[in-house]
């Protein structure tokens, strides 16, 4: 079974960082893809980021491109979510996802059976 421990979120200004981790256990993750969503108050959850494990290769949602960095440490078995520049529309709570060979262009919610509990992530103007 998967799971799946976000940290890291937090309340920051606006221009600020922060990076998030998602801790992955219960599987050999190589042949995985992991992905970041988020959800905002009264919205409904959206595809921030993804990555395949095996190959490193990534994909992003318009509104974080460029300013959004996924990777992941297969040593550790964690996927980080770098975020810099925060705008307070980042506000939300990110959650980790993970899908056997999923989908990581611009996956949907549906593509993903394995989720984390979530980390609130709030950015002031």
């Known amino acids: 079974q998967v799971q799946l421990v976000e940290s890291g979120g937090g309340l920051v200004q606006a221009g600020g960082s922060l990076r998030l981790s998602c801790v992955a256990s219960?599987?050999?993750?190589?042949?995985?893809?992991m992905a970041w969503f988020r959800q905002a108050p009264g919205k409904e959850r959206e595809f921030v980021s993804a990555?395949?494990?095996?190959?490193?290769?990534?994909s992003y949602a318009d509104s974080v491109k460029g300013r959004f960095t996924i990777s992941r440490d297969s040593a550790k078995n964690t996927v980080y979510l770098q975020m810099n520049s925060l705008k307070p529309e980042d506000t939300a709570v990110y959650y980790c996802?993970?899908?056997?060979?999923?989908?990581?262009?611009?996956?949907?919610?549906?593509?993903?059976?394995?989720w984390g509990q979530g980390t609130q992530v709030t950015v002031s103007s």
């Open positions: 996802a993970a899908e056997q060979y999923g989908k990581y262009t611009r996956p949907k919610t549906t593509d993903f059976s394995s």
């Open positions: 990555i395949y494990w095996s190959t490193g290769s990534t």
């Open positions: 219960g599987r050999t993750f190589s042949t995985y893809t």
